[in-house]
């Protein structure tokens, strides 16, 4: 029997399913994208690994949601080569070191990378801009130029939901 929803839940609870994730980072409820800027930043920011039941979920105060992954919960949207060490910057405004180790390529020939968050590690995939901002250092096909060294960047197998190993 299903749980009824606390007046706290409610409203994350009335979109439940009907969220899609979409694999350029598109928030659609219902089908529709999102327009509003900073619900769409909220969401982004809002999104965890619920360990125990092996999915993505929002959260939201106390308030939680499941929601439809295309592919991955988190996408690089920039590429920083201002400093020695490169940096990435996630949707969610969050920043990581860029490991040129984590890099794959996947089926799209899209690219994507592991993050850690000081609990876990999740694949990011790259947006457009920030995958162009790469392809501006590549050597071949298969290989981007780092720091003076030559890096292979090796076939995605990650499967497409949950974090990565």
């Known amino acids: 029997m299903k749980k009824a929803a606390t007046q706290k839940e409610l409203p994350l609870a009335l979109l439940g399913e009907s969220l899609t994730l979409s694999k350029y ?3 659609y409820h219902n089908g529709e994208e999102f327009t509003h800027t900073g619900l769409i930043r909220l969401f982004h920011r809002s999104i965890v690994w619920q ?3 092996e ?3 929002l959260k939201i105060g106390e308030m939680m949601a499941t929601f439809t992954l295309e592919d991955t919960a988190y996408f690089v949207r920039q590429l920083d080569q201002s400093k020695n060490h490169w940096q990435i910057t996630l949707l969610d405004d969050r920043s990581f070191p860029f490991d040129p180790t984590k890099l794959t390529i996947g089926r799209e020939n899209q690219f994507y990378s592991i993050i850690y968050d000081g609990v876990t590690n999740h694949r990011c995939r790259w ?3 920030a995958h162009q901002s790469l392809l501006e250092h590549a ?4 290989a981007i130029s780092y720091q003076g060294k030559e890096w292979d960047i090796k076939p995605d197998c990650t499967p497409p939901v ?3 190993k």
């Open 127 to 129: 947006l457009r801009a």
């Open 55 to 57: 999915r993505y979920l």
């Open 162 to 164: 949950g974090p990565s």
């Open 25 to 27: 980072g598109i928030w």
């Open 139 to 142: 050597c071949s096909e298969s």
């Open 51 to 53: 360990r125990e039941k």
